[in-house]
């Protein structure tokens, strides 16, 4: 059993800074994925980025040299440093993990078996 918790959510201007923190509790395996999903508003949920099987960063066009995920392996958490925040990326966030996950499948929140609560990211304009 895997339990993820998000934090770090809140509300910032366009142009400004939040750093996302996903705390992970549970056994999983140095091979665990963790990444990071939103979902605004009427809309579906669409990938942010992930760290593949704890090793590989990967990231969506629209955040890529913006956003940074890393992982904190002594406090068992996966951060999302986000910079030059703009108000479409206005959104809930979640933390998703997955053990076994294959590459071609990192986008897809379906194929995602853990996930946080979400936490609310606000920019504003």
């Known amino acids: 059993q895997v339990q993820l918790v998000e934090s770090g959510g809140g509300l910032v201007q366009t142009g400004g800074s939040l750093r996302l923190s996903c705390a992970v509790s549970?056994?999983?395996?140095?091979?665990?994925?963790i990444g990071w999903f939103r979902q605004a508003p009427g809309s579906e949920r669409v990938f942010v980025a992930t760290?593949?099987?704890?090793?590989?960063?990967y990231y969506a066009d629209s955040v890529k040299g913006r956003f940074t995920i890393s992982r904190d392996n002594a406090k068992n958490t996966v951060n999302l440093q986000m910079n030059d925040l703009k108000p479409d990326d206005t959104a809930v966030y979640y933390c998703?993990?997955?053990?076994?996950?294959?590459?071609?499948?990192?986008?897809?929140?379906?194929?995602?078996?853990?996930w946080g609560q979400g936490t609310q990211v606000t920019v504003s304009s």
């Open positions: 760290l593949f099987r704890g090793r590989t960063a």
């Open positions: 549970g056994r999983t395996s140095s091979q665990y994925t």
């Open positions: 998703a993990g997955d053990t076994g996950m294959i590459l071609s499948s990192i986008t897809n929140h379906a194929q995602y078996d853990d």
